[in-house]
């Protein structure tokens, strides 16, 4: 059994990931700005992510450090790239492995490029959070060898709006976008949380980024 802290534990990725651990008997720190909604077996903390000092109260003793939480500025201009130092000190302070829940445009979408943030049809109502993910990996892959990581990207289409059911399959991709037979590229939400965790429980990526879909 591991100890896992999970921040952003009730949103849509979080809070599924969180379940996803307690089906399987891990002990589970969720941390959120108000903690209405959390199960009762998780232990509910309150704070930001954006605080140091409470980072590294709230992560002493884990074995994994979950972040999945946007990657975009809040109405206070801070980013998710702006406290990786902070996660990374906690990681090593806790001997924790640091994992996130990232975005898919930084995915090639065929082996080679372009990336899917930089296709004609990208949205621009994505583009500041995926580009803050973008930014988020790229800091990852300069962290100093000490500190252990992955990260996540999910298939182009994934969210509430499509939660899908949990069908508990799943493929595993490197840095190209994944799409299935009829060129759908999405995983339920739950699937998704089943791959996340089995990583954890069985890791294979060792300061790396995959992919995961149908």
């Known amino acids: 059994m591991s ?13 599924r990931i969180t379940d996803e651990a307690l089906r399987r008997g891990h002990a589970v720190v969720g941390v959120a700005r108000k ?4 199960h009762a077996d998780v232990e509910a ?10 980072i590294a109260d709230a992560t002493k003793g884990a074995d994994v450090i979950v972040v999945a939480t946007p990657g975009r500025a809040d109405e206070q201009g801070r980013r998710l790239l702006d406290v ?20 898919a445009a930084s995915l090639l979408v065929a082996p080679g490029g372009p990336r899917l943030l930089d296709t ?12 803050a ?7 990852l892959r300069e962290l100093p060898a000490d500190v252990e990581w992955f990260y996540v990207s999910p298939p182009a289409k994934f969210g509430a709006w499509i939660a899908g059911e949990r069908t508990g399959s799943y493929h595993v ?3 190209v976008l994944l799409s299935d037979a009829e060129g759908n590229s999405h995983i339920s939400g739950a699937d998704f949380a089943i791959a996340f965790v089995d990583e954890i429980d069985e890791p294979r990526h060792s300061r790396a980024r995959f992919t995961v879909a149908y």
């Open 84 to 103: 990786l130092p902070a996660l990374a000190d906690a990681a090593r302070a806790a001997g924790a492995r640091l994992s996130f829940v990232g975005g």
């Open 173 to 175: 991709g490197g840095d």
């Open 45 to 54: 903390r309150t704070g930001s992510l954006h605080d140091a000092g409470f």
């Open 35 to 38: 903690a209405e909604g959390l």
């Open 133 to 139: 993910q973008t930014e988020v990996l790229a800091a």
């Open 3 to 15: 100890k896992l802290v999970v921040f952003g534990a009730t949103g849509y990725v979080g809070g």
């Open 120 to 131: 004609p049809d990208f949205p621009d109502t994505y583009r500041a959070e995926a580009t």
